[in-house]
């Protein structure tokens, strides 16, 4: 066994092979993000958001990571490697029911505290207290009306229950399906000023015996299903395309199951009937973490009166994202953009100057045309009401919409019937990849002929997550990046997969070719004694060739720093193989999302969508793009990515046993969110932009 990851042989990715299994990762991710949970210094509104967030990631592991991994086991031949994942499956549960116990303890950390505010999360609440006849009185207006009568139970009725839904198990050998559309989170303001918090699952348990005049109180149990579900579009006949995506989208309630939760007084024999009936392991049977609707705290948090929110010690302050005047007037968008591009960081700088850039086009009589793709888009979006506008003004709209978007298939659906009634030309895509690139087109007619505007983004056109995601992007009036753009918009409309482009690097075709070539053109000046550094951020890092090309580039010389926020499957800092890389990664109150890919020697910087994973370089459509403009370039390379290396409040680092480890950090330590809030509301005074401050509009 070579010396890494003494202590954990089993979670490599293969016996002996220098890479954690990218679940290990996925999971030490979600603890990071507990930990900000539990860190005392974060206002507790924050904390308790961190804490909703992992209890929706960890359905969300369950339901993809875990149940990939269940059908490996299930197909694998090979007797070695099958006890190899059988060990390795093991040690993943038992780190879920650790994890589980602590998300527990978390919450009634939390809810001490927030007592102590005015915010009351309730648990049981005894018999004739105002909270349990408050909550009595929720539970019969706003949850009794819509339960279905008991019916008799046998466990083996459990298989017709859908994915995350909820189910009420009565001593008495009776039953009550929960629907899905039950709020999961009620809010209730007394007259003493306090707020109560009421989780379904704690309504359920105290009121539902009584209402359906039972003796006993119930079990409550939840059941995950496997939720990874394969959708191959139509290539033959495009009008099938919605059919396929709304039976693909159901067939996810009828996915194997992969985890029952319980809650409640609990029988054990009626677990051991649950799990012989579903064909479960008892590793795979967990206690609810304090509540089973803990993601349902995220309803919670817009909801609370204004002075909870504004309270100091509860929430953080909203800063008001920094908006270019030329930006914030759409009629001077297209003149300024001719002179320079233009850098975007959010939720530093506003979505809005990306919709005004839309809303510009949309009512300027010389543009022709607007083209654009979308991943994630929220349902009121500004971005979808501009896009109407152009259609009925007479322009061509164009828009590529994927529908499968992992949990937005339907929604995504539905604004794509919603934008053809608006005569809108709306494609979906390749049946063999997923559209992932962020980019759009503008075409518009000028004294000296065509011109084409770009949009190229790392995220979403989503302004809901622009407020909390961090993204870059740039847009430009560059005729190179215009051109590439439009080879892309129609080789999509014509069923083909892009090809031909001269500055935008597409994946499949040749990203993840130039990311090796890239680092091997480090590693060769590293070896002659050249200056060579690489520095990736991205989301995952688990492509295993590009992580033997960077422990290369290390055993040659090359200082490596990556800024991974999520799964990471190369190991850092071990003798002889990795010694001059360094792993970092930032759990915040933004989540971080933005892709930089930056090649010291060759002094090449890239944005991108794609992660450093197999899927975004051989299973989606993916785009990198060059920053071509100096000042932007100058501000990335010499301001965000030495901001992002300097954090000591945030960053923790990957140690060569696979567990991270915050960095130590003084009274004067670096926070980059709070930087970049800093620089953006300083108008980027004194960095390589240099923005006019009265150029700002707030």
Known sequence: ??????????????????????????????????????????????????????????????????????????????????????????????????????????????????????????????????????????????????????????????????????ALVFPSGLWVAVSRRLAPVHLHEGEDGVVRVFFLDDLLLTHAAEAFRLKDGPTLLRLTRDGDIPVELSEEDPSAVPDIIRSGVGSRDRGRPVRLQYEGETPRDLLDHCVAALRLSPRQVHPAPGSLFLSGLWSVLGRLPERLRQDPDLSLPVPTPFLLTSLASPERIFAELKNRDILLHHPYESFEGYVNFIRAAAADPRVTSIQQTVYRMDALSPVVAALKAAARAGKKVRVVIELRARFDEMNNLRLAEELRREKVDV??????????????LVTRREEDGERLYSHLSTGNYNAATARAYEDLAVLSARPELGEDARLFFDALHRGETPAGFKTLVPAPARLHRLMLQLIENETAAARAGRPAALFAKVNALVDEGLIESLYRASQAGVKIDLMVRGACSLIPGVKGLSDNIRVRSIVDRYLEHSRIYYFGHADRLYLSSADWMPRNFFSRLEIAFPVLDDRLRRFLREVVIPTYLADTVKARELTPQGTWRKRPSGPNGVRAQFFFEDMARRGYHGTPLQWNPAGAST
């Not at 086991?73 to 040690?91: E, M, P, S, V, Y």
């Not at 494609?427 to 759009?440: E, P, Q, S, T, W």
């Open 1 to 166: 066994m070579p010396r890494f990851l003494p202590t954990l042989p089993h979670l490599l990715s293969s016996p002996g092979r220098p890479f954690i299994q990218r679940d290990l990762g996925t999971l030490q991710f979600n603890e990071r993000v507990l930990a900000e949970a539990r860190t005392s210094s974060n206002p507790l509104l924050e904390r308790l958001k961190f804490l909703a967030i992992t209890s929706s990631n960890l359905d969300e592991f369950f339901m993809i990571r875990y149940a990939s991994l269940d059908r490996s086991i299930r197909g694998q031949k090979n007797r070695r490697a099958a006890r190899h994942l059988l060990r390795t499956r093991d040690a993943l549960l038992e780190m879920v029911t650790a994890f589980a116990a602590k998300q527990a303890e978390t919450f009634d950390l939390l809810a001490g505290a927030l007592d102590a505010k005015g915010l009351r999360l309730i648990r049981r609440a005894g018999a004739n207290t105002p909270e349990f006849l408050q909550g009595r009185d929720l539970f019969h207006r706003e949850i009794l009306p819509h339960l279905p009568p008991p019916e008799p139970f046998r466990p083996s009725r459990l298989g017709g229950l859908e994915n995350l839904k909820s």
């Open 427 to 440: 494609a979906f895509g390749l049946n063999r990849l997923k559209v992932h690139a962020k980019i759009a």
